[in-house]
């Protein structure tokens, strides 16, 4: 009997769809055009993009059929059955630190393109940590809350980046897609890498899916909620390759912004589209953000849970905020972005599998 | 009550400490709305900046000219006249102002010194360069800096001046307040006007030229008096990246046929001894058709189709009924349109030796394997391009004579 339906502390399998597809959503579409474009050949690219969403497809499938297989336990309890407990406490911290990276990674792209497009004196320095404290408010509150949160805020953002979509329409050059099909395999391989960066994020369900009130729903729900930022994605990326060109889209650095930028609305209103795209676009930025930073704090206290909550969220923040400032430029900190995605790789692909092949080799079940 | 007071302290301090680093109130910024590039002259006494030998020089030093808006100019309702450069009287909706630099960054913070609002650039709508600092080859490096700032918007409207550039921006319209905003209004007539106005060049797509090593046109605008005529192409040559020449006249038209860009604009045909007037509507079609079997001699179909109607006939026919005058009509506009993209082939293949129609383009997107082979020598060097052989085959349907059948009775009758 449900008298009170979100008084529960539960989260139902829409949250979980919600939550990937949010998490997911991110900052990898801002630069993903010109990654993928370098390593293809015309518009080949949404053949990688494609590939790689597979790839995170699979394995977000992977990722949340081993953390149903063991509802309501924590990643920490049912890898400790897996792989005894000490392992178990270093591969938690671990993610934990990943996530924190993550988190610190997403502060300094919003940061660094927020000074670029919005805010010209405003130091980076200031405007990660305003978007770290909404963060950080954010997350020192019930887990639940931030899992509901992506349910107002995707719409918005998935309607935001279909009006970017169309209002590039008037721009789109078919000329610009051809030559079709002329890529290398190694040149579709490389494209595919670099978009399953992009694609990353989904590890945050090791953590969430304790929370899942039905968790059978769970891996179909991920599924969905993958596919979502991959059909996206490549509609964007294909925009973008027919808008610019290639060429001109390789050398651009955030392409997905700059297309914003060409828009041109008549009437004069909207005239600066980009600012009110790049400002919606800081909600699912946000999301990603707050997940991330809620599932590295549920992680950490899984391990010790005698420190309260909020006195962890204040203790993570600085280090978070440092480690997030300290790339010195933005090509050191594309270089950090590449390390975060080989840990997401790590994380999101390698130690799920294995688990799950422990776990279905040795016949392990978390009773139900 | 303390806790009361200690509430209402903290919500004090909310509305007031709340701010905005980047605050800049609209009336502290100076909209730009064109700007102009030309090469700074010796004699010219505009320089501002003390001169150094040992501060690092740029090949060329630049004289910029940026049109800003004066917004009470635009309420007043009045105002026109003065305004050249440097000055701008009392009424003016807008102000001409300009420096000199070795950088367009820095020539505009030189501006910074000189003007009350601070230069504010996402509303430009149109640059001009001057003809010579476009046939010099620096137009890449003035470009970069209308690309790379953030401030820069992608739509910009670049134009080559016939002569110099900044008199482009000190026209005085007649129906508009602000040159720029006019000359603006003038490119968007492209269904209105006559065919000779060339399809407008974006910044942003200059951008995605200048990356390749395609050879490319860019509209010409050129003063005169009270007004500006934008006609004509000037053609770059795409390695170097400097102005060759002009095209004018029937050369543009036959060029956007070629390009399948043409839009309206009249073509005039002789029938009997009279002339009769066809519009196209809606944008020509055009498909190549390509045989690459000889790298030495290539040969390229184009068959162009353009719909229109009638829009003036001063020979006199009975439209409604008499079929076979449409069919020669047809026949008439079809050849005028082919005379006018054989005489722009023979123009760019023969004399210019340039690839302005995007030949090596639809070879990059349709034959990559051959590109390969040929792009090092597509319009110079060995010059493929110009062996080539271009036919063009024209095809035209008139949908109706207008509203009107005849004005006077058919003579001789």
């Known amino acids: 009997m449900k008298s009170f339906e979100y008084g529960d502390g539960e989260i139902g399998s829409r949250e979980i769809l919600y939550a990937v597809s949010s998490v997911v959503i991110g900052v990898g579409i801002f630069t993903l055009p010109r990654t993928v474009g370098s390593a293809t050949m015309g518009s080949d690219g949404w053949v990688s993009i494609l590939l790689g969403g597979l790839v995170a497809l699979l394995f977000a499938w992977i990722v949340a059929k081993l953390a149903s297989r063991f509802p309501r336990q924590t990643f920490l309890e049912y890898t400790a059955t897996l792989v005894s407990r000490p392992v178990a406490i270093v591969l938690t911290l671990l993610l934990a630190i990943h996530l924190m990276q993550f988190t610190a990674y997403e502060m300094r792209v919003v940061a660094n393109i927020s000074k670029i497009y919005l805010f010209d004196r405003t130091p980076v320095e200031v405007i990660g940590l305003l978007f770290l404290l909404v963060v950080v408010y954010a997350v020192a509150n019930s887990s639940v809350g931030l899992l509901r949160l992506n349910l107002l805020f995707l719409p918005i953002v998935l309607f935001a980046a279909i009006l970017l979509l169309l209002m590039n329409i008037g721009y789109f050059e078919p000329e610009n897609l051809k030559p079709v099909f002329s ?14 960066f992009a694609f990353l994020g989904f590890e945050i369900l090791l953590i969430y899916i304790a929370m899942a009130n039905q968790p059978e729903k769970v891996p179909k729900a991920a599924v969905i909620g993958m596919s979502i930022p991959i059909l996206l994605y490549s509609f964007v990326f294909i925009m973008v390759v027919g808008v610019f060109g290639r060429t001109a889209m390789i050398q651009l650095v955030d392409p997905t912004i700059e297309i914003a930028k060409e828009v041109e609305v008549p009437g004069q209103f909207f005239e600066r589209f980009e600012s009110l795209f790049f400002t919606i676009w ?25 420190i309260k909550r909020i006195w962890l969220v204040f203790i993570l923040t600085p280090i978070i905020y440092l ?16 390390w975060i995605g080989y840990s997401g790789v790590v994380f999101a692909m390698l130690i799920p599998a294995i688990l799950l092949g422990i776990a279905k080799v040795r016949g392990i079940k978390g009773n139900a | 009550m303390p806790k009361t007071l200690w509430k209402l302290s903290w919500l004090i301090c909310i509305v007031f400490l709340g701010g905005c680093w980047d605050r800049v109130e609209i009336e502290e910024r100076g909209f730009v709305v064109g700007a102009a590039v030309d090469f700074s002259k010796k004699d010219e006494g505009m320089a501002t900046e003390e001169k150094s030998e040992e501060r690092p020089h740029g090949k060329q030093r630049y004289l910029l000219t940026l049109q800003m808006v ?18 701008g009287s009392g009424g003016d909706a807008y102000y001409n102002v300009s420096s000199v630099g070795d950088t367009m960054f820095q020539t505009v913070r030189q501006l910074g010194n000189r003007v009350s609002r601070s230069p504010f650039f996402p509303h430009m709508k149109i640059l001009i360069i001057s003809e010579e600092v476009a046939r010099s080859g620096h137009l890449p490096d003035i470009i970069d800096y209308f690309l790379r700032d953030a401030e820069m918007r992608r739509g910009v409207k670049i134009m080559i001046a016939n002569g110099e550039a900044r008199e482009v921006l000190g026209v005085n319209p007649v129906n508009e307040k602000l040159p720029a905003m006019y000359i603006d209004s003038v490119t968007r007539n492209e269904r209105s006007s006559s065919s000779t106005l060339p399809e407008h060049l974006r910044i942003g797509d200059l951008n995605e030229i200048l990356l390749t090593q395609e050879s490319f046109t860019i509209p010409r605008i050129k003063p005169a008096g009270n007004e500006v005529k934008i006609g004509g192409v000037s053609v770059f040559e795409g390695r170097k990246n400097s102005m060759v020449d002009w095209l004018g006249g029937d050369d543009v038209i036959g060029l956007a046929i070629l390009k399948g860009k043409l839009k309206g604009g009249a073509i005039n045909i002789k029938v009997g001894d009279n002339l009769v007037s066809y519009e196209a509507k809606g944008s020509i079609r055009r498909k190549i058709e390509a045989d690459v079997s000889d790298k030495e001699n290539m040969k390229f179909t184009f068959t162009v189709k353009s719909e229109g109607v009638i829009v003036e006939s001063m020979e006199t026919i009975n439209y409604l009924k008499d079929p076979e005058k449409w069919e020669l009509l047809q026949m008439k506009v079809a050849d005028e349109m082919k005379r006018m993209a054989e005489q722009a082939i023979r123009k760019l293949q023969k004399e210019m030796k340039l690839d302005v129609i995007g030949l090596g383009n639809y070879l990059e997107q349709n034959e990559p394997e051959l590109w390969k082979t040929v792009e090092k020598d597509w319009d110079h060097g060995k010059n493929y391009f110009s062996k080539a052989t271009l036919h063009v085959q024209a095809k035209v349907i008139i949908r109706n004579p207008g509203v009107v059948n005849q004005t006077e009775p058919i003579q001789g009758r």
């Open chain 2, 70 to 87: 004066v917004p009470g100019g635009l309420s007043q309702g009045g105002g026109k006249g003065g305004g050249g450069a440097g000055a």
């Open chain 1, 282 to 306: 800081i909600m699912t930025i946000f999301n990603t953000a707050s997940l991330s930073f809620g599932a590295s704090v549920i992680a950490i206290r899984s391990v010790f849970p005698k």
């Open chain 1, 323 to 338: 480690s997030g400032m300290a790339p010195p430029n933005l090509i050191r900190n594309f270089e950090v972005g590449t």
């Open chain 1, 183 to 196: 890529t290398k395999w190694t040149g579709y391989i490389q494209g595919a890498k670099e978009t399953v």
